[in-house]
Structures are given as C-alpha cells and as structure tokens.
C-alpha cells in the first residue's frame, strides 16, 4: 500500500504583500477580505475542493509562476472573462477554443481560468 496519496491538498502562491494579496485573490473569488494572516506571512483562501495559500515568505522574482499551474473553474467563460476585464485584471490570453483564459495577479503570476 503506497503511503502517498493520488490528491493535491493545497497550492502554494507567492505573493509579495500578504494583505493585499489577500484582499485582491478574495475580491476576484467573491469571498470577505476577512481571516486570520498566519505567521505574518500565510493566508489560507477557503476554497472547494483543492486548497490555495498565500505565501509572503516564498515570494521572489524567480519563484513568480510563468505559466499556469492549475485553473479556477468556471461554467460560463465569456462571463469569468467580461468579470476579469470589468476588474481590471491583466488578461495574457483572450479566450482559447471557446474554454480557457489566462491572466496574471498583481504580482505577476500567470494563472487560469477554464470552463469546466
């Protein structure tokens, strides 16, 4: 019996200011720019399913993720891309076979959104 697990508990993204960071990933994900920052320097973002953290410790110009790692789902991607536009968010990508975006964070890391 393997001890490792076939699951991805949690994403890590670096971040360079942890309040704003926050504030900003829960304005887009439509959650309260509340909860407790961990360590000075981690933010758990309450997520269904896979987990993500802000990490302010791990943030440098190399760790900066250059391409997307995973997506945020959604079920409707003209409206996820009009809401990322009507948010002033840096889209790298217009929208892919009628499925997929790519944009990028404040601190330039370049993320996902996919219609599932």
């Not at 001890?3 to 994900?29: H, K, M």
Request: hydrophobic share 40%.
């Amino acid at each position: 019996m393997n001890p490792i697990l076939n699951q991805i508990g949690t994403v890590f993204i670096p971040v360079s200011n942890i309040e704003a960071a926050r504030n900003w990933y829960c304005d887009i994900l439509g959650l309260p720019e509340e909860g407790e920052i961990l360590f000075g320097h981690l933010f758990i973002i309450p997520m269904n399913g896979t987990g993500m953290v802000l990490d302010s410790k791990i943030n440098s110009k190399e760790n900066s993720i250059k391409t997307p790692l995973f997506h945020l789902n959604t079920n409707n991607i003209e409206q996820a891309y009009e809401f990322m536009r009507s948010k002033n968010v840096e889209l790298t990508t217009e929208i892919m076979h009628n499925h997929w975006f790519n944009f990028k964070d404040p601190d330039g890391n370049h993320l996902m959104v996919c219609k599932c």
